[in-house]
């Protein structure tokens, strides 16, 4: 199992721009669906978006049309472009296998994203 170690989080004003990135300590090449998913205060954590080894990609209808989701197998990493970001997008963000949601211990400490209004 792959540890995974999400970044690129921060402060942002409403309508700016952030660029996540999930680093995984071994291969994701085998991996189908690499996901990502956010907790906002107060609530469950829930999908976002996700991308398949093939570059196939699912989006919530939250963030469709507003964020990209990409990996680089050869780096290892699955990446989260968020444009136009709201408010309501201000949450701690994780990557994770989609298989693999069910186990505790496959989720990273994740990435605080902010937006302010």
């Known amino acids: 199992q792959v540890q995974l170690k999400e970044s690129g989080g921060g402060l942002v004003q409403a309508g700016g721009s952030l660029r996540l990135s999930c680093a995984a300590s071994g291969s994701i090449s085998s991996i189908d669906r690499m996901g990502w998913y956010r907790q906002a205060p107060g609530k469950q954590r829930k999908f976002i978006a996700s991308?398949?080894?093939?570059?196939?990609?699912l989006y919530d209808y939250s963030v469709k049309g507003r964020f990209t989701v990409s990996r680089d197998n050869a780096k290892n990493t699955v990446y989260l472009q968020m444009n136009s970001l709201k408010p309501e997008d201000t949450a701690v963000y994780f990557c994770n296998d989609v298989a693999t949601t069910w186990n505790s211990g496959s989720w990273g400490q994740g990435t605080q994203v902010t937006v302010s209004s």
């Open positions: 991308v398949t080894r093939g570059g196939d990609t």
